[in-house]
Structures are given as structure tokens and as C-alpha cells.
């Protein structure tokens, strides 16, 4: 296999992604280890699987299942499943009781469990098309969520309705919109350790405006609605309640209006919580809850001048009931334990994994160019457990985490236990499990960069065949450059391969992580706050420069730029506001009208537009249409529900009325991240084709 066959290679394979075991979950000894994991790199049906003691044994095979007739979900539950399905089909998630000895899944709308002692999995009746199921703790009982009710069923017998939705707009136990797509969140119900009650969001979006989003190669096919609060307007209605398998229920009472984000919650031995947040993002309260009357009392509370960055896995407690938290400060995302910065400066926070007894599990960076698992531990401090180059995260339970990681080599997961000594390590290696995802066409070969005064990290990839002085070669810029996403590390990401695919074509292909992208600290993410275009764009000329003047080969008179979503949006700014510098640019899917964008996502960065309309207009690229003097090809999947083709469709509109020529891509049925092989495969083929002929060779 060699670089022709990638294009196809990188569509079958779904990004490399088939094939790799993820969503981990362990015993409470930590002995046995539950996974999801296709049959191989090009086979998409997710299986359930459990590890144990070195040898790996099926617990559900969808193929062997009879799956009821798929039915209508709620939108959001389609658009996470949509999202689940870019990766793979049949079981995409689970859930286990305390003891990881009943596993529940959904499967085409039917509800399957399996005991993970042994036996083949059996179909538990529903109410109707289920979604997100989960056992209770004891394992006695499954809730899920059917046509946006909250039920319960008993495993001896009987479904009870706990929650009924009072209309089409309300719903029970999910998450709304922005919560799933913006803040982490992706559940709305949460069991109480006593199996006896459930801590459950009711979303109201009947505030909220509507899209809907047709298929315009398919004229008789109705559209579909979707609530999607764009910037400035009003959110979802959540509120939350205490509800009892009796039937009881409490309201969970909270200042609405000032805080009209719900964050996270959880429910512990120490009872309910909440996390709540203000709709200017600026403040972030802990909120404990009283299990009776649904009051709270403030445990903590959170603020920032431009937002409060909200940290997967926190707020969390630890045995003792010390708050798990993060804290901003001298140039470091510090880990808090009850009031208490336990990290060093310059190891900054990205996650908290999980906390067991007194130890906290969490993923931090101190080089920006990799991201490891470390535990906290009282007594003991803070210490690494992820070795060896990569991007790391992963779970701990009963001694044993599983670390998972993107290395240079690929994915690969394995298992460290607690040392039965004291020595000079404290953990042991104790298993590996195996990846079944493809050994790419191409091998990335990047070369790591510190550019520029801003000490940017970058990467370039140059051909394989090409000889250091041989030739000039066209260069092009391949960014995210956004919040929320690095590129450039020491990993073999599909993200390194594609890069590597295009400098195979002929190009030398420079990756640039500038300001607003994480692991650099807070100040280096919020340098962006108000205006998103400037310091981004910026920072991809200066990488640029920088690059150039340190290798001779790169030709800086054929320059293009290729990017999706917010890097879509920086290459099409980049031949808008610097033709200067960017001869071409292909962008995917770009957000060119940063109103049309969600509220929690898009007023973190540049605040309310009815409040900071400057802020909105100097970030977007409606109006800088006058400007184009470059070849720019738009490419947008018309069924995007996260960035409408509307801002690709209207600002085409605004090019042409302005008499600039382009070109427009419409991918049909292709949402944010397409999935179809065939356009994935094509779509590679088409940027190469148009950049070439754009740069003149």
C-alpha cells in the first residue's frame, strides 16, 4: 500500500478509527476492564467486549442480536447518535451498575443487557424506542429514556413512567443542545447511590428558535426541525428534579435567571450537586443539594473577566467530601483539592478523569506537545503515569488504570496497577489491549518547530522523496487554529497523516497552533477573547515566516491554506485579509457568521452580540466579501446541523453580488464531519486538484 491507495484507505477506515477499543469502564477490584471495539480496521459494527487477566472475551455481538425496527428519536438523541455513527454502528455506548456486572445498551431502539459473569445478552421489554440507558447501582434496574420520558424498569418485572414529557418541546433525562455540543455534557439523568432515586433534567426548548434542515437532493423528503439557540437569542429552559422509583418529586431550586447554564451534576455519597453557570460565562457555581427539599447552598464559586473555562470532569469529591476543582492563576490551570493547589506551576489542567477514595485521576499538560494521565494522591503528591511521547487519557478503578493513548506509533491502550511495594515506581505494567485499526499508507514524518517570538509549536511535513535543496516546494498551511483543539503533537493522529498525504502530493505542509488553541495555559486560550480573527490569523502568518526563513526549500510565492470549520473560517479569512501572503485556500464548512453560531459556544469568546456587537463584526467574514482577490473553494455538507451551509450558502451570495468569482462544493446529506466513504475519499482528491491548479502546478 502507498499514498494513492490513502484517500480510500483514510475514508473505509472512518479516520483509523474502526478498530480502536475505547469507552472504558472497570470493576471495582479494577481487575476486569469493559470496552467497545469494532471486528477490525474496516469493520464498522461496535462490539461489547471485556478484558480480564490478559484475555479478551465477546459479551455482545450485534450481529447475533435481533434488533427491534429502528423508531423515531428525540433530535438530540439523533444528532449524538449521528456523531457516535462517524465512528462506528451497532453498540457505540453502554452503561454498568456499581459492581460492572450488568451492562445495558441500546441497539436500533430495542433494549439489550448482558451480565459480564457469563451468558448472552437478552432484550429487557420498553416502552418504546429507547435511549440512554444506564443501571442503577445495585443493578436491579435500568432507566432510559423513550420519546422524552424518564422510565425505569425493574429486571424482575415492570416499567414504571417516573417523568412524562408535557408536550413536544419538553423532555426528561437528556441533554440539551449546547450542554452535549459546548459544555462536555452529555447526559440528563443521574442514579443516587442507594438505587432509590435519580437526579433528572427537564429541558423546555420552547424558547428556543428553530432551524430545519432540508435535503435538497431529495425535494420530497420533509425537513428537519432542529432547536438550535444561536448567539443572542433565548436557551433551552433546564431545570432539575429529584425523583424517587415511588414516584416522588422535588424540584431542585436555584436563581434560574442568573444562572441559566447547567453545567454538570453528579450524585455521590455525599449527595446531589450541581454546577451552574452565568449566560455571560463569567461565573461558575458548585451547588450542593439537599436530597429532601431540593435546596442548595453555594460550595464554591468561580469567576473570570473574559470566561470561566469549564474543565471535563469537575466539579467532583473526593471520600472525604473535599471539592475537586480547577483554579486559574499566574499563567497555570492549577488542580484544586478542597481549597488547595496541588499541581506545580506549568503543568496545566486539561480533564479530571475520575476520583476514587482520596485520589484524583486527571490528564495535564507541561509541554504543549503532549498530554499525559496523572494521579493525585495525599501523602504521595502528584505523578505521572502515561510514558513515552503521545496524547494520553483514561480511567482508574480498584488500583488499575487504563491508559489511553495516540502515540507516534498509533493508538495503543494498556494497563498499570498499583505496586504491591513501595519502589521507586509506584505502579506496574499490567496488560495491553490490542488496536485492530489499519496501519496507515502514509507514515507522518513531522518536523517539530518552536516559531517565532511567540514561541508558536508547529509542524512541518515535508515529501519523502524530496531532497533538501532539490527544489522549491509549494507550501500549504493546514490549521484548526481554534479553541478546544491542538494539531501539532507527538502522535500519529489522522489529523498528522492527512497532513502527511498532501506533502506526498508535492507540497511542504506547515502546522501552526496559535493563540486560543488549549494546553498552553489560560492566558494563552483567552488571548482571543473578543476577537477571534486577528491574533489566529496572525499567528499562521508569522509560523509561516518563521518556517520559511529557517527552511530554504519552502517557496513563500505559493502559499495556500486548507482548513474545516473554525480552520475553514481561518482559511478563508487568510485570502480575504492577507492575499499577501495566501495565494489559495480551500475552506470546509467555515463559520463566516459568527451570529449564526450557538449562544454557549460563541458568547465564551466574544460575549453577547446585542452587548458587544464590535466583537461579532470584526470575527465574522459577512461583509469582507469585497475583499477576495484569491482562488477560494467553500465546501459545505448541506445537512451541517452544528455550522449551517447557510454561512457557506450566504456568504457565496455575498462574493458573487460583489462580482468575486469562487467555487462552491455541496456535499448532500453530509453533516458537520461526513461519513459517507465516497465523499471522504473524493474530497481529498478535489482540495489536492484545486490547490495544485490554483498555485500553478
Known amino acids: 500500500m502507498n499514498s494513492t491507495d490513502f484517500p480510500r484507505q483514510f475514508a473505509r477506515t472512518r479516520r483509523f478509527s474502526l478498530g480502536v477499543p475505547r469507552q472504558f469502564a472497570l470493576s471495582p477490584d479494577g481487575h476486569r476492564v469493559l470496552f467497545v471495539r469494532t471486528g477490525s480496521g474496516t469493520d464498522p459494527v461496535g462490539r461489547l467486549w471485556q478484558y480480564e487477566d490478559g484475555t479478551e472475551r465477546l459479551l455482545a455481538d450485534p450481529g447475533l442480536l435481533i434488533a427491534g425496527p429502528a423508531e423515531a428519536v428525540p433530535e438530540e438523541e439523533r444528532l449524538r447518535r449521528e456523531r457516535a455513527r462517524e465512528h462506528s454502528v451497532g453498540v457505540v455506548s453502554y452503561a454498568a451498575d456499581a459492581a460492572a456486572r450488568l451492562v445495558a445498551f441500546a441497539l436500533s431502539g430495542a433494549l439489550w443487557a448482558v451480565r459480564t459473569e457469563g451468558g448472552t445478552p437478552f432484550s429487557v421489554p420498553a416502552a418504546g424506542p429507547v435511549v440512554d440507558p444506564r443501571p442503577s447501582p445495585d443493578g436491579r434496574h435500568i432507566a432510559y429514556v423513550s420519546r422524552r420520558s424518564l422510565h425505569v424498569v425493574d429486571l424482575a418485572g415492570g416499567d414504571r413512567q417516573l417523568a412524562r414529557a408535557e408536550g413536544p418541546e419538553i423532555s426528561y433525562g437528556l441533554a440539551e443542545y449546547v450542554a452535549a455540543e459546548s459544555m462536555h455534557r452529555t447526559r440528563g439523568y443521574w442514579w443516587a447511590p442507594d438505587s432509590r432515586r435519580l437526579l433528572v433534567a427537564r429541558v423546555d426548548t420552547g424558547p428556543v428558535e428553530r432551524r430545519y434542515l432540508s435535503d435538497p437532493a431529495d425535494p420530497a423528503k420533509p425537513p428537519r426541525t432542529l432547536a438550535y439557540p444561536a448567539a443572542g437569542t433565548p436557551n433551552a429552559e433546564v431545570t432539575v428534579h429529584l425523583l424517587s422509583l415511588e414516584g416522588e418529586r422535588v424540584e431542585v431550586v436555584w436563581d434560574h435567571r442568573a444562572y441559566e447554564y447547567l453545567v454538570d451534576a453528579g450524585w455521590d455519597a455525599h449527595g446531589p450537586f450541581l454546577a451552574v453557570q452565568?449566560?455571560?460565562?463569567?461565573?461558575?457555581?458548585?451547588?450542593?443539594?439537599?436530597?429532601?427539599?431540593?435546596?442548595?447552598?453555594?460550595?464554591?464559586?468561580?469567576?473570570?473577566?473574559?470566561?470561566?473555562?469549564?474543565?471535563?470532569?469537575?466539579?467532583?469529591?473526593?471520600?472525604?467530601?473535599?471539592?475537586?476543582?480547577?483554579?486559574?492563576?499566574?499563567?497555570?490551570?492549577?488542580?484544586?483539592?478542597?481549597?488547595?493547589?496541588?499541581?506545580?506551576?506549568?503543568?496545566?489542567?486539561?480533564?479530571?478523569?475520575?476520583?476514587?477514595?482520596?485520589?484524583?485521576?486527571?490528564?495535564?499538560?507541561?509541554?504543549?506537545?503532549?498530554?499525559?494521565?496523572?494521579?493525585?494522591?495525599?501523602?504521595?503528591?502528584?505523578?505521572?503515569?502515561?510514558?513515552?511521547?503521545?496524547?494520553?487519557?483514561?480511567?482508574?478503578?480498584?488500583?488499575?488504570?487504563?491508559?489511553?493513548?495516540?502515540?507516534?506509533?498509533?493508538?495503543?491502550?494498556?494497563?498499570?496497577?498499583?505496586?504491591?511495594?513501595?519502589?521507586?515506581?509506584?505502579?506496574?505494567?499490567?496488560?495491553?489491549?490490542?488496536?485492530?485499526?489499519?496501519?496507515?499508507?502514509?507514515?507522518?514524518?513531522?518536523?517539530?518547530?518552536?516559531?517565532?517570538?511567540?514561541?508558536?509549536?508547529?509542524?512541518?511535513?515535508?515529501?519523502?522523496?524530496?531532497?533538501?535543496?532539490?527544489?522549491?516546494?509549494?507550501?500549504?498551511?493546514?490549521?484548526?487554529?481554534?479553541?478546544?483543539?491542538?494539531?501539532?503533537?507527538?502522535?500519529?493522529?489522522?489529523?498528522?497523516?492527512?497532513?502527511?498525504?498532501?506533502?506526498?502530493?508535492?507540497?511542504?505542509?506547515?502546522?501552526?497552533?496559535?493563540?486560543?488553541?488549549?494546553?498552553?495555559?489560560?492566558?494563552?486560550?483567552?488571548?482571543?477573547?473578543?476577537?477571534?480573527?486577528?491574533?489566529?490569523?496572525?499567528?499562521?502568518?508569522?509560523?509561516?515566516?518563521?518556517?520559511?526563513?529557517?527552511?530554504?526549500?519552502?517557496?513563500?510565492?505559493?502559499?495556500?491554506?486548507?482548513?474545516?470549520?473554525?480552520?475553514?473560517?481561518?482559511?478563508?479569512?487568510?485570502?480575504?485579509?492577507?492575499?499577501?501572503?495566501?495565494?489559495?485556500?480551500?475552506?470546509?464548512?467555515?463559520?463566516?457568521?459568527?451570529?449564526?453560531?450557538?449562544?454557549?459556544?460563541?458568547?465564551?469568546?466574544?460575549?453577547?452580540?446585542?452587548?458587544?456587537?464590535?466583537?461579532?463584526?470584526?470575527?465574522?467574514?459577512?461583509?469582507?466579501?469585497?475583499?477576495?482577490?484569491?482562488?477560494?473553494?467553500?465546501?459545505?455538507?448541506?445537512?451541517?446541523?452544528?455550522?449551517?451551509?447557510?454561512?457557506?450558502?450566504?456568504?457565496?451570495?455575498?462574493?458573487?453580488?460583489?462580482?468575486?468569482?469562487?467555487?462552491?462544493?455541496?456535499?448532500?446529506?453530509?453533516?458537520?464531519?461526513?461519513?459517507?466513504?465516497?465523499?471522504?475519499?473524493?474530497?481529498?482528491?478535489f482540495q489536492r486538484d484545486f490547490l495544485l491548479k490554483a498555485l500553478g502546478g
Open 278 to 685: 452565568s449566560r455571560d460565562q463569567r461565573t461558575v457555581r458548585t451547588l450542593a443539594v439537599d436530597p429532601a427539599t431540593g435546596a442548595t447552598e453555594v460550595r464554591h464559586e468561580q469567576t473570570d473577566e473574559a470566561w470561566v473555562e469549564l474543565v471535563p470532569g469537575t466539579p467532583a469529591r473526593t471520600a472525604s467530601g473535599a471539592l475537586v476543582l480547577p483554579e486559574d492563576g499566574d499563567g497555570t490551570r492549577y488542580l484544586t483539592v478542597g481549597g488547595r493547589r496541588v499541581t506545580p506551576e506549568g503543568l496545566h489542567l486539561r480533564a479530571v478523569l475520575g476520583v476514587e477514595g482520596e485520589r484524583v485521576l486527571f490528564t495535564a499538560s507541561e509541554d504543549p506537545l503532549e498530554t499525559h494521565v496523572w494521579r493525585h494522591e495525599p501523602g504521595h503528591g502528584v505523578h505521572r503515569l502515561s510514558r513515552g511521547p503521545g496524547r494520553f487519557t483514561g480511567v482508574g478503578r480498584g488500583g488499575t488504570v487504563v491508559l489511553e493513548g495516540m502515540t507516534p506509533r498509533g493508538a495503543e491502550v494498556s494497563l498499570v496497577r498499583d505496586a504491591p511495594e513501595a519502589g521507586r515506581e509506584p505502579y506496574q505494567a499490567s496488560g495491553v489491549i490490542a488496536s485492530l485499526a489499519e496501519e496507515p499508507a502514509v507514515t507522518p514524518q513531522p518536523v517539530h518547530l518552536t516559531l517565532g517570538e511567540r514561541k508558536l509549536r508547529g509542524a512541518l511535513f515535508l515529501p519523502s522523496w524530496h531532497q533538501e535543496g532539490a527544489a522549491k516546494l509549494p507550501v500549504l498551511l493546514d490549521p484548526y487554529g481554534g479553541p478546544a483543539m491542538q494539531l501539532v503533537g507527538r502522535a500519529r493522529s489522522w489529523f498528522a497523516c492527512v497532513s502527511q498525504w498532501f506533502a506526498e502530493q508535492g507540497f511542504a505542509v506547515l502546522v501552526v497552533d496559535g493563540r486560543g488553541t488549549p494546553g498552553r495555559g489560560p492566558d494563552w486560550e483567552k488571548a482571543v477573547y473578543g476577537d477571534q480573527l486577528t491574533p489566529a490569523l496572525e499567528d499562521q502568518v508569522d509560523g509561516l515566516r518563521a518556517a520559511g526563513a529557517r527552511f530554504g526549500d519552502l517557496d513563500l510565492t505559493r502559499v495556500a491554506i486548507r482548513g474545516w470549520s473554525f480552520g475553514g473560517f481561518l482559511a478563508a479569512a487568510a485570502v480575504l485579509h492577507r492575499p499577501d501572503v495566501f495565494h489559495a485556500a480551500v475552506a470546509g464548512a467555515p463559520p463566516t457568521d459568527q451570529r449564526l453560531y450557538d449562544t454557549h459556544w460563541k458568547e465564551r469568546y466574544l460575549g453577547h452580540p446585542q452587548e458587544r456587537p464590535e466583537n461579532y463584526e470584526r470575527s465574522s467574514l459577512t461583509g469582507q466579501g469585497h475583499l477576495l482577490s484569491r482562488p477560494l473553494l467553500l465546501v459545505h455538507g448541506l445537512a451541517d446541523d452544528n455550522v449551517a451551509a447557510a454561512h457557506t450558502l450566504r456568504f457565496s451570495a455575498e462574493l458573487l453580488a460583489a462580482g468575486k468569482p469562487h467555487s462552491v462544493l455541496p456535499l448532500p446529506g453530509a453533516t458537520h464531519s461526513p461519513a459517507d466513504a465516497t465523499v471522504n475519499e473524493q474530497l481529498l482528491f
